[in-house]
């Protein structure tokens, strides 16, 4: 699960969310997956409620390189978003993994947006993890509020 927190104007709101999908390994370095987020309740802002922005997303991945160390991935993925419109995005990441040590990793991702939307097609990020445990930054910029700040933990086999 997961809980969500919106601030507008000194007014917020928050809710408890889960987010479920699925990975399958087609072999050769090529990763599928599905997912569906934000499957909770409504999300209530100056007094209005609103349902949370549910997505179903769809994605492949391919290693593009694989060295001793060194990792280089390829993402595509399309999102369908309920009241939006759908959406596509490519992205990459290289990992440093130096034995015994915790893993690096940098990313980087262009995105369409739906129309009207004032959130920057590009997303910079990184991670670090190790003993099946990770911890993610994204940062993306938007032109009214600002930038964005995305910070996410997991827990990997």
């Known amino acids: 699960g997961k809980y969500i927190s919106q601030r507008i104007a000194g007014s917020g709101g928050s809710a ?7 990975v399958f390994d087609a072999g050769h370095g090529i990763t599928l997956a599905a997912a569906e987020q934000n499957v909770g309740g ?3 802002t100056l007094g209005t409620a609103a ?12 290693g593009l390189l694989r060295r001793e160390r060194l ?3 390829a993402t595509a993925e399309f ?11 490519v992205g990459a990441e290289a990992t440093w993994a130096p034995p015994g040590a915790a893993s690096v990793a940098l ?3 262009i995105a369409t947006h739906a129309s009207g939307s004032l959130a920057s097609p590009v ?3 990184g991670g670090i993890g190790g003993n099946h445990v990770g ?5 993306q910029r938007f032109d009214t509020f600002g930038a964005t700040h995305r910070i996410g933990a997991r827990w990997f086999r």
């Open 51 to 62: 349902p949370l922005p549910r997505m179903t997303r769809l994605s492949v991945s391919a």
């Open 79 to 89: 999102v369908f978003s309920r009241g939006s419109d759908s959406r596509a995005a």
């Open 123 to 125: 997303t910079l990020g």
């Open 16 to 22: 408890g969310a889960i987010d479920a999908g699925a």
């Open 71 to 73: 990792t280089v991935a």
């Open 42 to 44: 409504d999300i209530t």
């Open 135 to 139: 911890l993610d930054y994204a940062y």
């Open 107 to 109: 990313r980087a991702g």
